[in-house]
């Protein structure tokens, strides 16, 4: 079997799925739904950095809010390693939010770690918390009060923000196991291995971008390698 082959590459891949922009605000519209019913109207959004960014901001407008602030968690113990529990990376800016309702928002729950952080870091810093995110992950230790999408089954979700960077993980660990692919082997691997569309042009960016960090190089066979 010929090495490039996506059969045995599956286990090194997770299964995935995509999620548009139009699939997004969607969902963003059901937690939006959700709120209203609930008759709960946020002083404040706080989105969580760096997933949280975007769909704190589609949020706002669907509640016709202005204020919108951000803190970022992660699980970085420093540039080469990283903690087992979410760490504030950068905190809340100085501004005084005692006594205000607030909605905390995030793209994605794995486990409900980030978002007990999340919790436990502003309690004393807030009135009222409640918490959205957009997909849940199997049970997740601390459920978010709005969540339009549990997964039954975990796969990998690719949001529009993300989709670059998680791409550009995947293209390299292809390159990593195959030695070296043209842009059809890294795109047929992903897609079959993963059970996800991938276009053309996105790998191109992909490549280019790590061409452009000096981590990839193109021979005159159209094969991409690490360097």
């Known amino acids: 079997m010929n090495e490039k082959d996506s059969g045995p590459m599956k286990k090194h891949f997770p299964q995935a799925m995509r999620l548009s922009w139009e699939e997004v605000e969607e969902l963003l519209w059901k937690v939006f739904l ?8 946020p002083d404040v959004v706080i989105a969580v950095a ?8 589609i949020l706002v407008d ?10 970022q968690m992660g699980h970085w113990a420093d540039e080469a390693s990283l903690s087992e529990k979410p760490k504030i990376v950068f905190p809340l ?6 006594g205000m309702r607030v909605l905390v928002v995030d793209d994605v729950s794995d486990e409900g770690g980030t978002m007990e952080g999340v919790v436990s870091y502003l309690q004393s810093r807030v009135g009222e918390i409640r918490t959205a ?18 997964m039954d089954d975990w796969r ?3 949001f529009p923000w993300s989709r670059h960077e998680d791409l550009l993980s995947f293209t ?8 070296g ?14 059970s996800v569309e991938i276009a053309r042009h996105e790998i191109e960016k992909v490549l280019a971008d790590m061409q452009q960090a000096r981590e990839v190089t193109e021979d005159n066979r159209k094969v991409w390698t690490l360097i």
């Open 34 to 41: 959700a709120m209203r019913a609930d008759r709960y109207d």
């Open 50 to 57: 760096r997933g949280g960014l975007a769909p704190a901001r």
């Open 62 to 71: 669907y509640l016709q809010k202005k204020y919108i602030c951000s803190f």
């Open 93 to 98: 800016p100085d501004v005084d939010l005692r």
């Open 133 to 150: 995110v957009l997909v849940s992950k199997a049970e997740p230790r601390m459920k978010a009060d709005y969540c339009p999408l549990t």
């Open 156 to 158: 990998w979700v690719m």
């Open 172 to 179: 390299e660990k292809v390159l990593q196991l195959t030695g």
């Open 181 to 194: 692919s043209t842009v059809e082997d890294i795109i047929r691997i992903l897609q079959e291995a993963m």
